[in-house]
């Protein structure tokens, strides 16, 4: 995955494509910066994570452009987001995700809020890098609510 990564980087700065440039450029720093951290080198999956945490810091900022009303940062966020998704593996249904979710609940069988850390420690292995993890979160939090 790193090694692709790089070799995009490359063919970006040939083909003077600057927004594809500028993004797998940061996500180049984000591994680098997480390689320092673990003082090893990253996985396909940690590097998946790294993407991941890329993304969701892109929908957040969206969502405080959208109050600021700043249409032009919106759609430049959206761009690096289509980018930074070419390297995330296919994502899972909204069903398939809820499926697992229900699988999680038959298994652990919660009684109390208080299980939450047990049903996403069942969905996690399954799930990261594969959907938005804080969708996945809120269902199980209203799920449990419902209890």
């Not at 969708?135 to 419902?146: A, D, M, P, Q, Y």
Request: charged share 35%.
């Amino acid at each position: 995955m790193r090694e692709k990564i790089l070799k995009d980087l490359t063919s970006a700065m040939k083909a003077q494509d600057k927004e594809t440039l500028s993004v797998l450029r940061m996500v180049k720093g984000a591994i680098q910066l997480e390689e320092i951290n673990k003082k090893s080198e990253l996985s396909d999956e940690d590097v998946i994570g790294v993407i991941s945490k890329q993304i969701k810091t892109r929908k957040e900022s969206i969502q405080e452009f959208i109050k600021a009303n700043r249409n032009d940062l919106i759609e430049q966020t959206n761009k690096e987001i289509e980018i930074l998704n070419k390297y995330m593996p296919e994502q899972l249904s909204e069903e398939e995700v809820l499926n697992i979710i229900d699988e999680a609940f038959s298994t652990i069988n919660p009684k109390a809020q208080s299980d939450m850390g047990k049903l996403m420690g069942f969905v996690t292995p399954k799930l990261k890098g594969k959907t938005d993890m804080s969708f996945v979160s809120k269902t199980i939090k209203e799920r449990l609510g419902n209890l």
